[in-house]
């Protein structure tokens, strides 16, 4: 590629002055960019905590949705929890660190697998990763692995490498290379597989005792395999009038998920005093103040008799403003602040909200207020609740 050819196409200028298409275009691209950037983070966040602390990296640009859902969804893993990418491009454009291992094409080009290990550690001596299953793991790949490390790095005073495995048996070949490397005095070799993993076959590995240091995950986790729609909408929830009065708007839907919360709004969220761990969401009308001072009584809205009183609180308010009238005024973050931020938030949730299967319900209640405006706009539209379409 010749320096200086972009990477992406082109965008076209678009100019829109109508207001309602302005409205309309930013609803497509602001869902654009949130659902897709929301949905990859959260599955990174998914396999990263299958993998109980053990490095995993995005190794999904091949089968990414084109070269955006690549560069941008390999940004959106790392702040979901990935250590780094496949995905070179992002470094430089994102500060996403650029990590991968050898390829099969570089074992086939060679005479042998022992002269592509040598070649590949005499290459990248600080950082060989040698892919072990080209044409046998145990017989021929782990062995030649070895030979390769003692002939190349232990002479340099080198311990740190690593072996990968992209096919086979994952549990049983980790567990007998594991055993290799160790009886070979290679202690601190660490083992990464990959191959179509996602954070349940993970999680099933572990459990049934690999060996493994590191992951490498790509089309499950890129493209969101097992659940590739993130559902964000926009919808209109209030207008200003020509007084500066805010007037709230309510779509209604035989669909009860899909009647929107009216009113200028804002979400707090609660957490335990003693414990610091979230307990409920609170959506409430923008100019309402919860008291974390008194007991607060909340309930789930779709099960209104399922209800829980709040005591030794403190409330969060989690919307902060980021353009007023056209300018920003927010102090954007780093990428590594954003993953912090991600983390610190995850572990505020108990363990029994986060787990796969069957998780806890966890509590977003709307206020008193908010729920009343709410029940008054469906009975203005003839829509009281708990009343049948044509009773």
């Given at each position: 590629?010749?320096?200086?050819?972009p990477i992406f196409p082109?965008?076209?200028?678009?100019?829109?002055?109508?207001?309602?298409?302005?409205?309309?275009?930013?609803?497509?691209?602001?869902?654009?960019?949130?659902?897709?950037?929301?949905?990859?983070?959260?599955?990174?966040?998914?396999?990263?905590?299958?993998?109980?602390?053990?490095?995993?990296?995005?190794?999904?640009?091949?089968?990414?949705?084109?070269?955006?859902?690549?560069?941008?969804?390999?940004?959106?893993?790392?702040?979901?929890?990935?250590?780094?990418?496949?995905?070179?491009?992002?470094?430089?454009?994102?500060?996403?660190?650029?990590?991968?291992?050898?390829?099969?094409?570089?074992?086939?080009?060679?005479?042998?697998?022992?002269?592509?290990?040598?070649?590949?550690?005499?290459?990248?001596?600080?950082?060989?990763?040698?892919?072990?299953?080209?044409?046998?793991?145990?017989?021929?790949?782990?062995?030649?692995?070895?030979?390769?490390?003692?002939?190349?790095?232990?002479?340099?005073?080198?311990?740190?490498?690593?072996?990968?495995?992209?096919?086979?048996?994952?549990?049983?070949?980790?567990?007998?290379?594991?055993?290799?490397?160790?009886?070979?005095?290679?202690?601190?070799?660490?083992?990464?597989?990959?191959?179509s993993l996602d954070e349940?076959?993970?999680?099933?590995?572990?459990?049934?005792?690999?060996?493994?240091?590191?992951?490498?995950?790509?089309?499950?986790?890129?493209?969101?395999?097992?659940?590739?729609?993130?559902?964000?909408?926009?919808?209109?929830?209030?207008?200003?009038?020509?007084?500066?009065?805010?007037?709230?708007?309510?779509?209604?839907?035989?669909?009860?998920?899909?009647?929107?919360?009216?009113?200028?709004?804002?979400?707090?969220?609660?957490?335990?005093?003693?414990?610091?761990?979230?307990?409920?969401?609170?959506?409430?009308?923008?100019?309402?103040?919860?008291?974390?001072?008194?007991?607060?009584?909340?309930?789930?809205?779709?099960?209104?008799?399922?209800?829980?009183?709040?005591?030794?609180?403190?409330?969060?308010?989690?919307?902060?403003?980021?353009?007023?009238?056209?300018?920003?005024?927010?102090?954007?973050?780093?990428?590594?602040?954003?993953?912090?931020?991600?983390?610190?938030?995850?572990?505020?949730?108990?363990?029994?909200?986060?787990?796969?299967?069957?998780?806890?319900?966890?509590?977003?209640?709307?206020?008193?207020?908010?729920?009343?405006?709410?029940?008054?706009?469906?009975?203005?539209?003839?829509?009281?609740?708990?009343?049948?379409?044509?009773?």
């Open positions: 590629m010749p320096e200086g050819t082109r965008e076209p200028v678009i100019t829109v002055r109508a207001p309602a298409i302005q409205a309309q275009l930013l609803e497509t691209y602001m869902l654009l960019e949130f659902n897709h950037q929301s949905l990859i983070a959260t599955k990174a966040s998914r396999i990263c905590r299958a993998a109980e602390g053990r490095a995993v990296m995005e190794f999904g640009s091949r089968r990414a949705q084109g070269i955006a859902g690549a560069v941008v969804g390999a940004r959106a893993a790392y702040i979901g929890g990935c250590c780094g990418t496949a995905c070179t491009v992002s470094d430089p454009l994102y500060g996403v660190k650029a990590l991968g291992t050898m390829a099969h094409s570089w074992v086939q080009m060679f005479p042998s697998e022992y002269e592509a290990f040598v070649s590949y550690c005499r290459s990248y001596p600080t950082n060989a990763v040698l892919l072990v299953d080209t044409y046998d793991s145990l017989r021929s790949g782990v062995p030649n692995a070895i030979r390769a490390f003692n002939e190349v790095l232990r002479p340099l005073g080198i311990t740190s490498c690593g072996i990968r495995f992209d096919s086979g048996d994952m549990a049983y070949l980790t567990k007998q290379a594991r055993k290799m490397l160790d009886e070979a005095g290679w202690p601190g070799c660490r083992i990464t597989v990959s191959n349940w076959l993970i999680a099933g590995l572990l459990r049934q005792g690999a060996q493994i240091d590191a992951f490498g995950v790509g089309e499950r986790l890129i493209t969101s395999k097992s659940s590739p729609v993130f559902g964000g909408v926009y919808k209109l929830c209030a207008v200003e009038d020509e007084n500066g009065e805010i007037v709230p708007k309510i779509k209604i839907s035989e669909n009860v998920g899909k009647i929107t919360n009216p009113g200028f709004k804002k979400l707090c969220r609660f957490y335990s005093r003693s414990s610091g761990m979230a307990e409920a969401d609170y959506i409430c009308l923008r100019h309402e103040r919860v008291d974390d001072t008194k007991p607060l009584e909340i309930c789930d809205p779709d099960a209104r008799w399922k209800r829980k009183t709040m005591e030794d609180f403190i409330s969060r308010e989690l919307l902060v403003p980021v353009f007023e009238k056209g300018e920003l005024v927010y102090e954007l973050p780093s990428l590594e602040e954003i993953r912090s931020y991600c983390a610190a938030q995850l572990a505020t949730l108990w363990p029994e909200v986060k787990r796969f299967d069957n998780p806890h319900g966890y509590y977003v209640d709307l206020s008193g207020e908010l729920m009343a405006l709410k029940d008054a706009m469906l009975a203005a539209r003839g829509r009281a609740p708990g009343k049948e379409e044509g009773r």
